[in-house]
C-alpha cells in the first residue's frame, strides 16, 4: 500500500468540500424558515407550487451532499488498512471538491432568491452565505487543478476498479442511471488506458 497523507493539502480539500455541503445546508435551513413565516397571494409562500418545487430541489442537493461528504469522510478513515478504500478517497476527494464547491453558489443563489430583496440585506445570514461561497472553489485547488488530479489518478492502477465498483453498488433500480453509469465507465477506462503521458508529476500526498 502506498503513502497516504503526506502534507495537510489532500485533508483541506476533503474539508472545503465538507464544508460546502454545511453551507448547502444552512442555506436551505434559512430558505425554508423564511418561507415558512412570509406570506404573500393569501398563503405560506413555502406552500406555493413552484417554492415547494425550489425547496425540494434545494433539500435533495444538500442531502446529496452531505452523503457524498460522509462518504468521503470513511475512505478516509479506512485507507489504512484497505487498498480499495485509499484508492477511492485520492478519486473522491478532488471529485467532491470539484463538484460541491461549483455547486455551493448556485444553492446559495437560490436559498438568497426565496427571501427575496431581503436576501440581499448584509444583516441576512443568507447574504453572508453567498458572498463567501465562491471562495470555496478556488481555495486549495480551482475547479481546473481538481479536475487534472481526477485526470491522474485514474492512471492510477486500481483506482478505476475501486470507483466504479462504488459506482455500481446503485445500478439496478433506474435505468437512467444505469446508462449513464456505463457510459461514464467506458468514458474513464477510455481514458486511463489510452492517455500518452502523465499529467503532472502527482501531488505529495
Known amino acids: ?6 502534507n495537510n493539502t489532500h485533508y483541506i480539500r476533503m474539508d472545503f468540500a465538507t464544508a460546502s455541503a454545511g ?29 415547494r418545487n425550489t425547496l425540494a430541489d434545494l433539500a435533495v442537493e444538500a442531502e446529496a451532499a452531505m452523503l457524498l461528504g460522509v462518504r468521503v469522510a470513511r475512505t478516509a478513515n479506512n485507507a489504512q488498512v484497505s487498498d480499495a478504500e485509499q484508492h477511492l478517497n485520492r478519486i473522491l476527494v478532488p471529485i467532491a471538491k470539484h463538484w460541491k464547491c461549483r455547486r455551493i453558489s448556485s444553492v446559495t443563489l437560490e436559498a438568497l ?14 447574504a453572508r452565505l453567498y458572498r ?7 481555495w486549495e485547488g480551482m475547479s481546473a487543478v481538481m479536475a487534472l488530479d481526477v485526470m491522474r489518478e ?16 446503485a445500478k439496478g433500480a433506474d ?3 444505469d446508462s449513464f453509469a456505463e457510459a461514464l465507465e467506458s468514458d474513464v477506462v477510455d481514458h486511463a488506458g489510452h492517455a500518452s503521458q502523465p499529467i503532472d508529476p502527482p501531488l505529495d500526498i
Open 1 to 6: 500500500m502506498r503513502a497516504f497523507i503526506k
Open 23 to 51: 453551507m448547502m445546508r444552512h442555506a436551505l435551513n434559512l430558505a425554508v424558515h423564511h418561507t415558512s413565516h412570509r406570506q404573500a397571494f393569501g398563503a405560506t409562500i413555502r406552500d406555493l407550487p413552484m417554492m
Open 113 to 126: 432568491e426565496c427571501h427575496g430583496g431581503m436576501g440581499f440585506v448584509e444583516e441576512q445570514p443568507v
Open 132 to 138: 463567501e461561497a465562491p471562495m470555496n472553489s478556488v
Open 154 to 169: 485514474v492512471k492510477t492502477k486500481g483506482t478505476v476498479d475501486a470507483l466504479f465498483d462504488e459506482i455500481n453498488l
Open 175 to 177: 435505468q437512467h442511471f
